[in-house]
């Protein structure tokens, strides 16, 4: 694969939308990347660390599966 190969390449954005949104989906509820905060509109620090502490919890129990696979 070369550069001509990758800027000719046509994009389809309403499947790279729809495969977006199924990721998003399938992701556990919470951010854990400090950047995000800034990006998380009404970011509550509180409910958060519940939220993400939870789901810690619950992969560490078995409880909740994974989003990778390895």
Request: net charge negative; hydrophobic share 35%.
């Amino acid at each position: 694969m070369n550069y001509s190969d990758i800027a000719s390449h046509e994009i389809d954005h309403g499947e790279l939308e729809r495969i977006a949104g199924q990721l998003l989906d399938a992701c556990h509820n919470g951010v854990i990347e400090r950047h995000y905060i800034k990006i998380d509109e009404g970011h509550d620090a509180a409910k958060n660390i519940k939220a993400v502490s939870d789901t810690i919890y619950s992969l560490l129990e078995k409880k909740a599966a994974p989003v990778f696979k390895s």
